[in-house]
């Protein structure tokens, strides 16, 4: 059985940066499509960022378009996150989420996506 795990989370400055990581166990995520997903109070949970399964293309939502960049580790078992500019609307639980079947980076929707991390906490502020 696979499992994520998400790290890296915490307080962030205003203006600062975020680098979290996605952890894999038990499937290898080189053979995935991974997400980055989040979800504020109240707010439904929405991707941010994902990469394909086949050629590494990714996308990015406009909320964070400029500011995002999602990698694989050379590890082949990590997919990172990089988030600059840190702005108000960014606090949110951050999750990553992996499917082997998904091969196109624009396919970032919470429905197409099988396993899921636990999430890690982001919050902004002085």
């Known amino acids: 059985q696979g499992q994520l795990v998400e790290s890296g989370g915490g307080l962030v400055q205003p203006g600062g940066s975020l680098s979290l990581s996605c952890a894999a166990s038990?499937?290898?995520?080189?053979?995935?499509?991974v997400g980055w997903f989040r979800q504020a109070p109240g707010k439904e949970r929405d991707g941010i960022s994902c990469i394909s399964n086949d050629d590494d293309s990714t996308s990015s939502a406009a909320s964070v378009e400029g500011r995002v960049t999602i990698s694989r580790g050379n590890s082949k078992n990590t997919v990172y996150l990089q988030l600059n500019d840190l702005r108000p609307e960014d606090p949110a639980v951050y999750y990553c989420?992996?499917?082997?079947?998904?091969?196109?980076?624009?396919?970032?929707?919470?429905?197409?996506?099988?396993?899921w991390g636990q999430g890690t906490q982001v919050t902004v502020s002085t």
């Open positions: 038990g499937l290898t995520l080189d053979y995935y499509a």
């Open positions: 989420a992996a499917d082997p079947a998904i091969y196109v980076a624009t396919s970032c929707f919470v429905s197409e996506y099988h396993y």
